[in-house]
């Protein structure tokens, strides 16, 4: 019942965007962590000065909770699982044509989802 309004909004920003920085710091990947770094230093000098640091830091975690919600809700839909029962003893193939969809086509769902509605095809 909590899934929908409070995990999507928070998967990238806190998850994806947080564990990248633990696991290039962990990992030792100075470089990669290095090119991380300096796009948010670029960021902030550029529109720090012009907007201020506080509605800056707010308009990235807003575009990332909207990205996030984005992704969860394209990449969901059609991973819902169909006709799944424990091991019936399927092919790879088949299988996988029970798990995944084809969300109805339309201009919108088309441009929305990048033609990701098309799972089966992808």
């Not at 990238?12 to 991380?36: E, Q, R």
């Amino acid at each position: 019942e909590f899934f929908f309004p409070a995990l999507p909004p928070l998967l990238f920003p806190t998850y994806f965007h947080c564990h990248t920085f633990y696991i290039a710091y962990t990992k030792k990947y100075w470089v990669d962590l290095a090119w991380m770094l300096t796009f948010y230093i670029r960021f902030f000098y550029t529109y720090g000065s012009l907007l201020g640091t506080k509605i800056v830091n707010s308009l990235i975690w807003l575009h990332r909770m909207l990205e996030s919600s984005w992704f969860v809700w394209v990449s969901q839909m059609n991973h819902i699982p169909m006709d799944i029962d424990y091991d019936k003893n399927l092919d790879w193939m088949s299988s996988q044509l029970q798990a995944t969809c084809n969300v109805e086509q339309s201009p919108f769902n088309d441009w929305f989802t990048g033609h990701l509605n098309f799972q089966i095809e992808h």
